[in-house]
């Protein structure tokens, strides 16, 4: 396990609060390979114990002893603001396995709950476990989730709910949000114990630098810019991207009233509670390069230290203005990083292969036609791959019929096409590329709520069904083709809180 330090600053052992009468509702056996746990595709253990023990009823199970589970202690940005310390107020680390962080979510107090309650409801376990093991199909990094656990224990929430535990799964849970507990509280000597615990573990190549902490930075920034290209090209909003839901290993995680795109609306705003639209489906990238430039204010100590050493005769003020001005420059290395990637995501997504000055006017363009004429952005790149470059063919209609504007979309598609045969593209070839990239089936909200109403009334055959149908997202499935449909109007505008 990484990262085990003490004293309440940083994380307390802590004991998971027993829930009465626990079920299985949910089990990813794909994730449970991870620690080496075999099971049926999609079939809970038979062994009773891993369910005791992922309702926090037992720290004991067949090839594990979790006899010292914690909380650890973080601090972050929230909507902008300095909000403090927060911390796992209802995330309890049980221990590892194979190098992978086992967290029971919800499953009760911690010292870091504050106000809460310690507990999650049945309806966002089923959520994150959902998106989880879907951005996982997608190649998207992610937390895993293994298993959700229910019981008939009231919760209050807006309505009273019952509650769940979500098991998730991670090489490691650290955030943003740890490095700036440290630094807020000018724990010097931590905030280079995580340092050294994130380069001996995941960037060790790092440890190979003049510079190891900047080299970090740099790193953590570089994947976090991959992060946010991937999750545009898939229409995927997380909705809560407080610098304590970011993770310093570029995973998706802490997933609350996350949304896919159904109708690409460049600024939809998923989150009921974000009214200002901070967290956008547009302003993500920017908002995850504010948020490592949070990371950067935080590591600022380690970067004058390393300066230090290497430079023992430079002033105190000299060191600082050097330290900054080294990870300005590193801050700015984000956009790029972040750009480059965008269009070689979009680029795939529209079967290119070369890439050409204006395709960033190309993309942006059919962007632009997408959001303007509501068009379903999932099914849009999925029917794109059966385009004819032959300007007469028939089976163009059913991309074109979607648009309002049929003028602008026919002068792009000729854009497209005449890109196309400049590259001799061949139909089926680029078919079969595209549809390696451009996923048939989302989590869509309006499937997950199908299948959290039936799992709220004991029957968890539609959670099943979507979990395996979203294991295999480019493949046509085609019993399931309902599954890949946008939602019908009366459920396009399902909205998601923050309570969970
Ligand atoms: P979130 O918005 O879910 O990332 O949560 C923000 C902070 O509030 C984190 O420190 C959570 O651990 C904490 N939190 C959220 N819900 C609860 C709850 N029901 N009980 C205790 N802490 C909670
Ligand atoms: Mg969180």
Same mark, same amino acid.
């Given at each position: 396990?990484?990262?085990?330090?003490? !004293?309440?600053?940083? $994380?307390?052992?802590?004991?998971?609060?027993?829930?009465?009468?626990?079920?299985?509702?949910?089990?990813?056996?794909?994730?449970?390979?991870?620690?080496?746990?075999?099971?049926?595709?999609?079939?809970?253990?038979?062994?009773?114990?891993?369910?005791?023990?992922?309702?926090?009823?037992?720290?004991?199970?067949?090839?594990?002893?979790?006899?010292?589970?914690? @909380?650890?202690?973080?601090?972050?940005?929230?909507?902008?603001?300095?909000?403090?310390?927060?911390?796992?107020?209802? #995330?309890?680390?049980?221990?590892?396995?194979?190098?992978?962080?086992?967290?029971?979510?919800?499953?009760?107090? *911690?010292?870091?709950?504050?106000?809460?309650?310690?507990?999650?409801?049945?309806?966002?376990?089923?959520?994150?476990?959902?998106?989880?093991?879907?951005?996982?199909? =997608?190649?998207?990094?992610?937390?895993? %989730?293994?298993?959700?656990?229910?019981?008939?224990?009231?919760?209050?929430?807006?309505?009273?709910?019952?509650?769940?535990?979500?098991?998730? =799964?991670?090489?490691?849970?650290?955030?943003?949000?740890?490095? /700036?507990?440290?630094?807020?509280?000018?724990?010097?000597?931590?905030?280079?114990?995580?340092?050294?615990?994130?380069? !001996?573990?995941?960037?060790?190549?790092?440890?190979?630098?003049?510079?190891?902490?900047?080299?970090?930075?740099?790193?953590?920034? &570089?994947?976090?810019?991959?992060?946010? @290209?991937?999750?545009?090209?898939?229409?995927?909003?997380?909705?809560?991207?407080?610098?304590?839901?970011?993770?310093?290993?570029?995973?998706?995680?802490?997933?609350?009233?996350?949304?896919?795109?159904?109708?690409?609306?460049?600024?939809?705003?998923?989150?009921?509670?974000? $009214?200002?639209?901070?967290?956008?489906?547009?302003?993500?990238?920017?908002?995850?390069?504010?948020?490592?430039?949070?990371? @950067?204010?935080?590591?600022?100590?380690?970067?004058?230290?390393?300066?230090?050493?290497?430079?023992?005769?430079?002033?105190?003020?000299?060191?600082?203005? *050097?330290?900054?001005? #080294?990870?300005?420059? %590193?801050?700015? =290395?984000?956009?790029?990083?972040?750009?480059?990637?965008?269009?070689?995501?979009? +680029? %795939?997504?529209?079967?290119?292969?070369?890439?050409?000055?204006?395709?960033?006017?190309?993309?942006?363009?059919?962007?632009?036609?997408?959001?303007?004429?509501?068009?379903?952005?999932?099914?849009?790149?999925?029917?794109? @791959?059966?385009?004819?470059?032959?300007?007469?063919?028939?089976?163009?209609?059913?991309?074109?019929?979607?648009?309002?504007? +049929?003028? !602008?979309?026919?002068?792009?598609?000729?854009?497209?096409?005449?890109? =196309?045969?400049?590259?001799?593209?061949?139909?089926? %070839?680029?078919?079969?590329?595209?549809?390696?990239?451009?996923?048939?089936?989302?989590?869509?909200?309006?499937? &997950?709520?199908?299948?959290?109403?039936? #799992?709220?009334?004991?029957?968890?055959? /539609?959670?099943? +069904?979507?979990?395996?149908?979203?294991?295999?997202?480019?493949?046509?499935?085609?019993?399931?083709?309902?599954?890949?449909?946008?939602?019908?109007?009366?459920?396009?505008?399902?909205?998601?809180?923050?309570?969970?």
């Amino acid at each position: 396990m990484t990262f085990i330090l003490s !004293g309440a600053a940083v $994380s307390q052992t802590v004991t998971p609060t027993p829930l009465p009468d626990p079920y299985w509702v949910a089990f990813s056996s794909d994730a449970a390979k991870l620690i080496g746990l075999t099971t049926s595709p999609n079939q809970w253990p038979t062994d009773s114990a891993w369910l005791q023990v992922l309702a926090g009823n037992g720290l004991l199970v067949e090839g594990a002893n979790f006899s010292n589970p914690i @909380a650890t202690a973080y601090s972050g940005h929230q909507f902008g603001m300095w909000a403090g310390q927060l911390g796992d107020g209802r #995330a309890i680390l049980l221990g590892d396995i194979q190098g992978q962080e086992i967290q029971l979510k919800g499953a009760g107090k *911690t010292p870091y709950s504050r106000m809460g309650d310690g507990r999650a409801v049945l309806r966002s376990s089923i959520r994150e476990y959902l998106c989880s093991e879907a951005m996982h199909a =997608l190649g998207i990094p992610t937390t895993r %989730a293994l298993a959700v656990v229910g019981s008939k224990q009231k919760v209050i929430r807006e309505t009273v709910e019952t509650a769940a535990v979500c098991t998730r =799964l991670a090489p490691s849970f650290l955030r943003v949000g740890h490095f /700036e507990h440290f630094a807020s509280l000018q724990m010097h000597a931590e905030l280079q114990m995580l340092a050294d615990d994130l380069i !001996g573990n995941f960037y060790p190549t790092c440890g190979d630098s003049t510079a190891p902490y900047l080299e970090l930075f740099k790193a953590i920034s &570089a994947r976090t810019a991959h992060l946010a @290209a991937q999750w545009q090209a898939v229409g995927f909003c997380h909705g809560v991207l407080n610098t304590d839901n970011t993770s310093l290993l570029g995973l998706t995680m802490d997933y609350g009233p996350y949304g896919f795109l159904d109708q690409f609306q460049i600024n939809h705003i998923c989150n009921h509670s974000d $009214s200002g639209g901070r967290y956008s489906y547009q302003r993500q990238p920017q908002i995850l390069h504010w948020n490592m430039a949070c990371l @950067a204010s935080a590591m600022l100590p380690l970067i004058e230290q390393e300066l230090k050493q290497a430079n023992v005769s430079m002033s105190e003020n000299d060191l600082s203005n *050097t330290a900054q001005t #080294a990870l300005r420059s %590193a801050i700015a =290395l984000y956009p790029e990083i972040y750009q480059t990637a965008w269009e070689a995501h979009f +680029r %795939a997504k529209l079967g290119l292969l070369e890439s050409q000055s204006d395709d960033v006017t190309l993309i942006e363009s059919l962007l632009q036609l997408m959001h303007h004429n509501q068009i379903d952005f999932t099914t849009f790149f999925r029917h794109l @791959a059966n385009l004819s470059t032959l300007p007469s063919s028939n089976q163009n209609k059913v991309l074109r019929d979607q648009f309002l504007n +049929r003028d !602008g979309f026919d002068a792009w598609l000729l854009r497209y096409r005449t890109r =196309l045969q400049q590259e001799h593209s061949n139909d089926q %070839a680029r078919k079969q590329r595209m549809n390696l990239v451009n996923p048939k089936f989302i989590l869509r909200n309006h499937l &997950a709520q199908a299948a959290i109403e039936a #799992a709220q009334a004991d029957d968890f055959s /539609e959670l099943s +069904r979507l979990a395996t149908i979203l294991c295999n997202p480019f493949d046509e499935q085609l019993e399931y083709d309902a599954y890949a449909q946008p939602p019908p109007p009366e459920l396009n505008s399902i909205e998601v809180s923050c309570s969970s």
